[in-house]
């Protein structure tokens, strides 16, 4: 069964610091996809960021980008130019190609300090 | 366009009672998906339609869960007997078709507390 483990359960940073979140899962599956959601207060989960394994290419989406390190099973998030806006609990979660749900980790509370 | 839209926002109930919560998927989307979001599970995947089919019932909890979905849109999450335990935040999510090619978009949820 396919897992994946977020090891911060909060982290916390000044506004428009760098800020890293790690995640890392296991699977013996080749054919898989990545992604990272975003959950404020609101409750709406929200789309980061997503990558594709068979992709060696670090995907980038504007201040959000990823560090994908296939062999080691580590998939994190890289936030550059924080913003009070980002303050939300971040999933990281996997899906394989043939499956239709997605595992998630356990989250991670960020918090943005102005 | 509209996105994932859910209701009721927010539900109590009482211990024993059947609940209904209800999805909008984005319009076209032809995949739904049903997860559960509880303070000691975490997230959990229930159910997953293809079209008005259930291919993957895999995580319903029990025979007290159950999902429907009609004319390839709307769903129904339906929780017979409520328990104290199935006190948590119903997620639903669409995609354009199935499979890890599309990006699964999320509803605000519904929250469910079960006295």
């Known amino acids: 069964a396919q897992t994946v483990t977020q090891s911060q359960p909060e982290m916390s940073v000044q506004e428009a610091e760098t800020v890293t979140l790690s995640c890392t899962y296991d699977?013996?599956?080749?054919?898989?996809?990545l992604f990272w959601y975003k959950q404020p207060p609101s409750r709406q989960m929200i789309l980061v960021i997503r990558?594709?394994?068979?992709?060696?290419q670090n995907a980038t989406e504007n201040r959000f980008s990823v560090n994908f390190q296939k062999a080691a099973k580590s998939f994190s998030l890289k936030i550059s130019d924080s913003q009070l806006g980002d303050t939300a609990m971040y999933f990281c979660?996997?899906?394989?190609?043939?499956?239709?749900?997605?595992?998630f980790g356990q989250g991670t509370r960020l918090t943005i300090n102005p | 366009g509209a996105g994932v839209s859910q209701s009721p926002s927010n539900k109590v109930t009482e211990k024993g009672k059947d609940v209904e919560l209800r999805c909008d998927p984005i319009?076209?989307?032809?995949?739904l998906y049903w997860y559960r979001q509880s303070l000691g599970q975490g997230l959990e995947f229930l159910i997953y339609?293809?079209?008005?089919?259930?291919?993957?019932k895999s995580g319903l909890p029990s025979d007290r869960f159950s999902a429907e979905r009609t004319g390839g849109s709307v769903s129904t999450l339906t929780i017979q007997r409520t328990q104290q335990e199935d006190s948590a935040v119903y997620l639903c999510?669409?995609?354009?078709?199935?499979?890890?090619?599309?990006?699964?978009?999320f509803g605000p949820g519904t929250r469910l507390t079960v006295l």
């Open positions: 319009s076209g989307h032809t995949a």
């Open positions: 699977t013996s599956e080749s054919n898989y996809y």
């Open positions: 339609f293809q079209g008005n089919s259930a291919p993957d």
């Open positions: 979660a996997f899906m394989t190609s043939g499956a239709q749900k997605l595992v």
């Open positions: 990558q594709e394994a068979y992709k060696q």
């Open positions: 999510a669409s995609s354009d078709v199935a499979g890890g090619a599309d990006t699964q978009y």
